[in-house]
């Protein structure tokens, strides 16, 4: 059943089915209000009782704004990054749009904006926010929208993963830049990076209560997966935590990223390496871990990578020269 009523000035149409909520919108005009009535009664008529009326009172940046707040990125291992995408998101003229009027061309139009400040890879993760903002309005909060529009758009070609790794006699040059630094722990992290080949937010939250001595094991109770490994010490890195200066507070490595990430540009600058960043190492780890002979799920161990796909096609670099020697060393 249909109703037409004044409402403020305007005229609002409700439409009634038995088991569902009342369907309501209101319109400047009556005649508007009558054909919404009639459109609406067909629908319900032919079983669909979705009711876009929440979705058209709100902008996406609302939902940018309740994804925050009710605490559904934390969820996520790196939550921080999502409230900075989120605020980066809520700056952008896209954030005004209406929530049901949002669609394929919106994002397109975001898409051309966003590519003149960040690369194809950083795109593709905001418009991965995006959609599960979406998804979780759709999900959660029973917010009806005909579509996702984020997944007509199509995600940009990535770049080649890097294969950087320290070539020559750039180790050699870059420790000895780093062994006179300023802070007198980036010799220590450079080594340990090599030989153990962990993320870099794992080695800064090192403590000594998580290292086994006599088993020559590390513990990591927090990883990017969310799930804890524990990875062996080589005699080298071994060597290395037993001649450190221990701190009071029992970390390891008492430095933020801002601190490492300055003095390693610094120190890389002095070597004369470049194109070559901190994560980099991480590759250089894994790569020789294999020219050791150690097998995928042994290097899997260190790097804790859950798949071996990225650790073979992101994180190895192996050297053709030295695949060369070894071969000939074994008489094929």
């Known amino acids: 059943m249909a109703t037409i009523r004044k409402h403020y000035g305007k005229w609002q149409g409700l439409v009634r089915r038995v088991g569902n909520k009342v369907v309501s919108k209101t319109f400047v005009s009556k005649t508007q209000a009558r054909k919404w009535c009639k459109q609406m009664e067909v629908k319900l008529d032919r079983g669909d009782f979705s009711d876009y009326s929440e979705a058209s009172k709100l902008l996406l940046g609302d939902l940018l ?4 707040n009710e605490g559904k990125h934390k969820k996520k291992k790196s939550f921080k990054m999502y409230e900075f995408r989120c605020e980066i998101l809520r700056e952008d003229t896209i954030a005004d749009i209406n929530l049901l009027r949002l669609s394929s061309k919106h994002l397109a139009e975001f898409k051309d904006r966003k590519l003149k400040k960040v690369g194809p890879s950083t795109f593709n993760k905001y418009l991965s926010l995006l959609s599960v903002v979406i998804d979780t309005s759709m999900q959660d909060w029973g917010i009806y929208l005909p579509q996702n529009p984020c997944r007509i758009i199509k995600r940009e070609k990535e770049p080649r993963p ?56 590390l513990l990591i109770p927090e990883t990017k997966t969310g799930r804890p490994r524990t ?102």
């Open 162 to 217: 890097r294969d950087r790794i320290l070539k020559d006699d750039e180790l050699s040059r870059l420790l000895k830049v780093c062994s006179i630094s300023k802070n007198r722990y980036l010799k220590h992290l450079v080594l340990i990076s090599i030989e153990t080949a962990m993320r870099v937010g794992e080695l800064l939250a090192m403590r000594y209560d998580q290292i086994d001595f006599e088993k020559r094991t």
């Open 231 to 332: 990875i062996p010490l080589s005699t080298k890195a071994l060597e290395i935590l037993k001649s450190m200066p221990r701190c009071l507070d029992g970390k390891v490595f008492p430095l933020t990223i801002d601190m490492l990430e300055y003095h390693f540009k610094v120190a890389r600058h002095k070597a004369n390496i470049k194109g070559f960043r901190w994560h980099d190492l991480r590759r250089h780890a894994c790569s020789l871990l294999f020219e050791k002979g150690l097998s995928v799920p042994e290097v899997q161990l260190f790097s804790g990578h859950s798949t071996p796909t990225i650790l073979l096609n992101t994180y190895t670099k192996l050297s053709a020269e030295k695949v060369a020697i070894k071969l000939m060393k074994g008489g094929y």
């Open 65 to 68: 704004k309740r994804f925050i």
